[in-house]
């Protein structure tokens, strides 16, 4: 049978078939649709951890207890769960361990495009790299195989294009039935991991990486192509495609296993061919590996280290290589001319907007940064900011966010200045799952130390950046089920926080003197700041208008950078079709006119 599956489509398939019995992760751009995929399958125990690091530690679990387990999460989520994963390593596991990551060259949705196939070296575990969805179905069989044959979790590696893209899948496996009851077989020197049972399992790993070299040689996914001999590529993932298309008369050895490495298969490969190159994304992780097994190889000389690749730069690259010398394959395509330009803002009635503009007005930021978003006087307030689709409002109009760096890096950054004796009232921002995720410990660290920070929680009930996933605070899990949901204020107060201020999202008045009042506070202080996000809004009624009599286009409602507020011909009008209306009102409150109301309403009125 055949279906059109995305890449993280085909790996739940491939994971369901290979009989997983659990399934944890975190959201995360390019991987959430993975375990969204998964929970369908009401067979398999699906959760949304409460973070990446949490979702390794529970895979480890449940393969300690004998069954297969599937863990995914985007390159930055390893980072956090790099604690747990390098502990899989040693101790190994019982039932079959898989890690997806999902790596994101060019940065599409993430801080920074790290090249996590380092965590395989650096583990010493095995790791596969699908070219596409039929192969990331395939080797899903494979990786559960390999883990449960060699003791080892194993890193599946994908990337951006590999995980959204769609292509035929052949899907030629029906569901492996789970092996058994769960079982936990007590072992100490294999799982507690004690200085001297550590000692005892480290040498265990070198001996499986040396079996799983000569597994690599034999590996069906590593596969030659022969052409001409004049030019050999060696490739892995969605690189290979774009190299086929680039270098459609070369002789290629496409690898699925790409670490270990199949060093004769590599060798024998070389001894064939007249030049070998590497194409790859991001850092020359194949290229150095090889090159230290001293072949003569080059690729980075013209193939970019930075951003995402295509067909159009390999090409592009292997011209200036001398590699190329047909014609262009790539057709250039002209895009059509005088588009509007569409800046990034939040969403039209996005309760995060009316907080973000409190801080730019009680910070006077309009007066003190230049269009850059660089200091021209001392500041009024530092914002430290977080992950989420919040940290749009670094963006004019609002530009009311000064830091960003990784989940839950807000809060600490804010103690970091606060303790490091900055003069200026520090605010910490930061979402509710991202709170979740990673705030918790910061704000346990700033009542131990005495902090004199605010913390912003901007608590929209959900998962906004990634999808609208649920999260421990929304009270329904990964597969629907309603259970119990933390409370913020209740968590907040526990950790010991006396000032704590729950305020509505569109309550203008309400957020100014939320703000005020924490600002002059002696204490940490933290605002639950509570709204809908707009994108789940099932109706929307009463969209705002402009009263062009009242109007002296005075600016202060273009300041809140709300998408459905625009400026045709010098004059201020709302977009009813975007508009949040009943349940934003933002702009109504703040405009000094009073211009802005119902568009019934004033509409009633223009007609007497």
Known sequence: MKKLLSGNEALALGAYHAGISVAAAYPGTPSTEILESIAQFDDVYAEWSTNEKVAMEVGLGAAYAGVRVLVSLKQVGLNVASDPFMAASITGIDGGMVVVCADDPGAHSTQNEQDNRHYAKLAKVPMLEPGDSQEAYDLMACAFDISEEFDTPVLVRTTTRISHSKSLVEVNRDRKAPAGEPTFKHDLQKYVMLPGHARLRRPLMEERLVKLADYAETFPHNKVVWGDTHLGVVTSGVAYQYAREVFPKASFLKLGMTYPLPQNLLRQFADKVDRVIVVEELDPFLEENIRAMGIKVTGKEFIPRVGELNSGIVEEAGRRAGLVTEPSLSQETELPQGLPGRPPLLCPGCPHTGMFFVLNTVGQRDKLLDSSGKAQKESKLIITGDIGCYTLATYPPLRAMDTTACMGASIGQALGMEKAGVGTKVIAVIGDSTFLHSGITGVVDGVYNKAQITIVILDNST???????????????????????????????????????VVDAFDMKALRAAVRSSLDSPELSVIIVRGMCSVRLRTRSGPRTVDVDKCDDCGICLKIGCPAIQKLNEQVYIDATLCAGDACTICQQLCPKHAIGPLSSIGAEESK
């Open 463 to 501: 998962t906004a950046m990634t999808g609208h996933q649920d999260h421990p605070g929304t009270g329904v899990s990964a597969q629907g089920k309603k259970t119990k949901a933390v409370e913020l204020e209740r968590l907040v107060r526990g950790i010991g926080v006396d000032d704590v201020k």
